[in-house]
Structures are given as C-alpha cells and as structure tokens.
C-alpha cells in the first residue's frame, strides 16, 4: 500500500526567509501525481502544487517550487520570500493511478505546521 | 465558479445519536470524495463516487457509516449510532473525470463533528 510520510510535524520560519518542508512517499507504480495542500486555520484544503511523476522538471509557483526525487520518492516543498500568510497546516498528498475507471484518490501524510515569525 | 459547498459547518451530538452532512460539488465534477480528517492527522479516503456509482469504499465502517449520491450530484454521509472517536472534521472533494493530466480535488470547507 502505498504511504506518505511527514517527518516535520512543525516548522517554523522568519517572514521573507526561505523555508523547505519535507516529504516521503512509498509506492510500487511507476506513473503518479504528488500534490502539496495549505489548509489554513479552520479554512479549507486549497492546493499549493502539483507534480508529475513522469516530469523530470520541478513544478514551479510563484515562491512556490518542489524539489522532486522520484528515484529517492522524496517531494520536498520550498517556500520563498515566505509571508504571513502562507502560516497554515501543509499536506503533502500521493494521488493514486486511475481506479475502477475513475481518477485516484489522495492519500494524505500527517501534515507540518507552519508557523511565519513578524 | 461556485465552490464544494458542504452542510452543516458545525454538530455536537452525544454518542450514539445519528447526523448526517451534505454536500454540493463543482457542478459538472464526476468525481466526489468524502474523507474524515481526525485532529492533528491528515484526511482519510472514507469512499470515491463516480456520478452515482460507488469506486472505493474499502475504508467506510459500514455498520456505522453510509453514503449515497442519488442522480450523479449532491451526497449525503450518515453516522448512525455515532462514537466518540468520530469526532472530526468531515471533508467533501470533487473532481472532474477527464481521462489524462492530474484532475485536481477541490475540497469544501469540511463539517465538524464533535461527539459527546
């Protein structure tokens, strides 16, 4: 089965400093999506980022950007300039190939709380 | 365009009652999605619709938990007789069904649950 792995329950950083939260993942299939989710204080899930396991280029948004290792199954999220805003729970999230003719769902790692200092 | 809409936002109940939440998706997403995400733990995949059809269930308690999703639209999600360790935040997510790139699942701003 596959898995999605954490490490950092909590992380913290200095508003405009450059933060990296980290993320495992154990799958046996070759094509797949990883995803990163910011779910801000009692407000809803919103995706940060996404990424194809099939693309070797490192997806890319704004301050956002991944490092992806697929040999590794490591996913790491990198977050620039980082502002007060971007303080919320962060998921990372392995989305399963195609299922029963439908898409895959997400299986989700614990999550790592940001916090963003003043 | 509207988001996952999801009712009630909040529910306190004592154990052993029932309560049931609702949810509205994307119009025009195929794809529905419940998940119970327990405090301080990442949401977990309760069942996966495809319009009115049901994909993946394995992880519903089903002699406490069902779900339906009549006309291929709006779902509801019933506990009955709740538990304590219920207690948690309900997501709905919706999806479209193409047949390539990564659909994306917009998620809903979640139902509470607190069982007493």
């Known amino acids: 089965a596959q898995t999605v792995t954490q490490s950092q329950p909590e992380m913290s950083v200095q508003e405009a400093e450059t933060v990296t939260l980290s993320c495992t993942y154990d799958t046996s299939e070759s094509d797949y999506y990883l995803f990163w989710y910011k779910q801000p204080p009692s407000r809803q899930m919103i995706l940060v980022i996404r990424q194809e396991a099939y693309k070797q280029q490192n997806a890319t948004e704004n301050r956002f950007s991944v490092n992806f290792q697929k040999a590794a199954k490591s996913f790491s999220l990198k977050i620039s300039d980082s502002q007060l805003g971007d303080a919320a729970m962060y998921f990372c999230a392995y989305r399963r190939p195609r299922y029963g003719g439908s898409q895959g769902n997400l299986i989700f790692g614990k999550g790592t709380k940001l916090s963003v200092k003043p | 365009e509207a988001g996952v809409a999801q009712s009630p936002r909040y529910k306190i109940i004592e154990k052993r009652q029932s309560v049931a939440f609702w949810c509205n998706p994307i119009?025009?997403?195929?794809?529905l999605y419940w998940y119970q995400q327990i405090l301080g733990q990442g949401p977990k995949l309760l069942i996966q619709?495809?319009?009115?059809?049901?994909?993946?269930d394995s992880q519903l308690p089903k002699d406490r938990f069902s779900a339906e999703r009549l006309k291929g639209v709006d779902s509801t999600l019933k506990i009955q007789p709740a538990k304590l360790e219920d207690s948690a935040v309900y997501l709905c997510?919706?999806?479209?069904?193409?047949?390539?790139?990564?659909?994306?699942?917009?998620f809903g701003a979640g139902s509470r649950l607190t069982v007493l």
């Open positions: 997510a919706s999806s479209t069904d193409r047949l390539s790139g990564a659909n994306v699942l917009t």
């Open positions: 619709f495809q319009n009115n059809g049901v994909v993946d």
């Open positions: 119009s025009g997403h195929a794809t």
